[in-house]
T-cell receptor, first 107, second 112 residues
Framework: KNEVEQSPQNLTAQEGEFITINCSYS?????LHWLQQHPGGGIVSLFM???GKKKHGRLIATINIQEKHSSLHITASHPRDSAVYIC?????????FGTGTSLTVIP | DTEVTQTPKHLVMGMTNKKSLKCEQH?????MYWYKQKAKKPPELMFV???????INESVPSRFSPECPNSSLLNLHLHALQPEDSALYLC???????????FGSGTRLTVV
């Protein structure tokens, strides 16, 4: 069993839809990261959470420490949001990565 | 400068070649990391350097040899690689967990 589980694995949405990606983890964490990876490789750090909720533009990330669960929401999705979204639990000295959610937003 | 710069972006090498990947950051981060990522898989940690000392080696074969000559630079020396070592190699750096991570754009390595 992976230390970090994400769902769904693949997601296709129409432009404008509200999107939710879920992440559950089993390790003790210092922080939970949401990362974005576009085709071609580079990873961008979207959020780092240790409690509560963060918002950046159309992206919202929440975490429930007691339930060991985090969600990434995208409001008014756009084709440029198409990417792989990776949840990563940081224990203080290393990451445990989820397997990623591949999002495709259709115009 | 808030970036992690990796060079080269693409590398094709034969199994008898020796090559090096380079990673550079000027954010004053004291921890630097090498990750390997195969297609459609999450990144796998290879090495962690903390204050220029190797602190984590995730049982990586000796054909991969990391080096941290100074606090801004991290190298990964490659020798006698196998085709299954073809992957995206990502470098990252962090000050500490409160400041998060910054990833480089990666080096796509193909071993022929």
């Amino acid at each position: 069993k992976n230390e970090v589980e994400q769902s769904p694995q693949n997601l296709t949405a129409q432009e404008g839809e509200f999107i939710t990606i879920n992440c559950s983890y089993s390790v003790g964490i210092s922080a939970l990261h949401w990362l974005q990876q576009h085709p071609g490789g580079g990873i961008v750090s979207l959020f780092m959470l240790s409690s509560g909720k963060k918002k950046h533009g159309r992206l919202i990330a929440t975490i429930n420490i007691q339930e060991k669960h985090s969600s990434l929401h995208i409001t008014a999705s756009h084709p440029r949001d198409s990417a792989v979204y990776i949840c990563a639990a940081y224990t203080g000295n290393q990451f445990y990565f989820g397997t990623g959610t591949s999002l495709t937003v259709i115009p | 400068d808030t970036e992690v710069t990796q060079t080269p972006k693409h590398l094709v090498m034969g199994m008898t070649n020796k090559k090096s990947l380079k990673c550079e950051q000027h954010m004053g981060h004291r921890a630097m990391y090498w990750y390997k990522q195969k297609a459609k898989k999450p990144p796998e940690l290879m090495f962690v350097y903390s204050y220029e000392k190797l602190s984590i080696n995730e049982s990586v074969p000796s054909r991969f040899s990391p080096e941290c000559p100074n606090s801004s630079l991290l190298n990964l020396h490659l020798h006698a690689l196998q085709p299954e070592d073809s992957a995206l190699y990502l470098c990252a750096s962090s000050q500490d967990w409160t400041y998060g991570y910054t990833f480089g754009s990666g080096t796509r390595l193909t071993v022929v």
